[in-house]
């Protein structure tokens, strides 16, 4: 079956640096990717909407200067967390689309724990 | 705006009883409704989802699922536990995004199972 890639699994970083996160779709490619950020015994909550060669969607009350989302290429998104505060520790989860004709499947990555110090 | 409420935080139930989480769901249009099961360091895994048609889903690992569109609901049942379905579960609606949908997740439903 189809599967999504995130790396790092967990990283730990200093107040005040940027930390990437990479997601990848390993045998589709994908157009539309989403991120998610998941606080402990919380729900996911949707950031943003990355879309292939454009511009990220980001939900209301997502700081988009915050959370910078790059994707490159149909099988990468990228999720740069800049100045990271330790409000910023979460669990971060990626989703890709795999559309085939009008069938449509979303693919959940196994997520990034980040822990700002 | 679209929203999905799962009523219930935390529910223990006998291994071998049966179970129901409950999930509504509010959307304008026809929605593509969806469950997703979270065990501890463990990613997403669906469960099942429902775009259309026989309004009874089937999915893995014996779970299926109602939809009914009169009560807003969707809920997941299973006729017997197993101790290996503790873990979280979120009911999930899908909003049509340009050719794709974005999927908002209900608050989520810990299962526990008592030996």
């Known amino acids: 079956g189809a599967v999504v890639s995130q790396h790092p699994s967990r990283v730990i970083c200093k107040s005040g640096t940027s930390v990437k996160i990479e997601c990848r779709s390993l045998?589709?490619?994908?157009?539309?990717m989403f991120w998610y950020r998941q606080f402990p015994k919380q729900s996911l909550m949707l950031m943003a909407t990355?879309?292939?060669?454009?511009?990220?969607?980001?939900e209301q009350g997502v700081e988009k200067d915050k959370f910078l989302i790059n994707h490159a290429s149909l099988t990468l998104s990228t999720l740069t967390v800049t100045s990271a505060h330790p409000e910023d520790s979460s669990f971060y989860i990626c989703?890709?689309?795999?559309?085939?004709?009008?069938?449509?499947?979303?693919?959940f990555g196994p997520g990034t724990r980040l822990l700002v110090l | 705006a679209q929203s999905v409420t799962q009523p219930d935080i935390h529910i223990t139930v006998s291994e071998g009883a049966s179970l129901e989480l409950r999930c509504n769901y509010s959307?304008?249009?026809?929605?593509?409704l969806f469950w997703y099961v979270q065990s501890p360091g463990q990613g997403l895994q669906l469960l099942l989802k429902?775009?259309?048609?026989?309004?009874l889903v089937q999915g893995i690992k014996g779970f299926e699922a109602e939809f009914k569109r009169s009560q807003s609901s969707f809920n997941l049942r299973k006729p017997s536990v197993h101790w290996s379905d503790a873990a979280e579960y979120f009911c999930?609606?899908?909003?049509?995004?340009?050719?794709?949908?974005?999927?908002?997740f209900g608050s989520g439903t810990r299962l526990s199972i008592r030996p």
């Open positions: 990355s879309n292939e060669g454009s511009k990220a969607t980001y």
């Open positions: 429902y775009f259309s048609g026989d309004t």
């Open positions: 959307y304008g249009a026809t929605p593509y």
């Open positions: 999930a609606v899908g909003v049509r995004y340009s050719s794709a949908s974005k999927i908002i």
């Open positions: 045998d589709f490619q994908a157009t539309t």
């Open positions: 989703s890709a689309i795999r559309l085939a004709g009008q069938q449509e499947t979303q693919y």
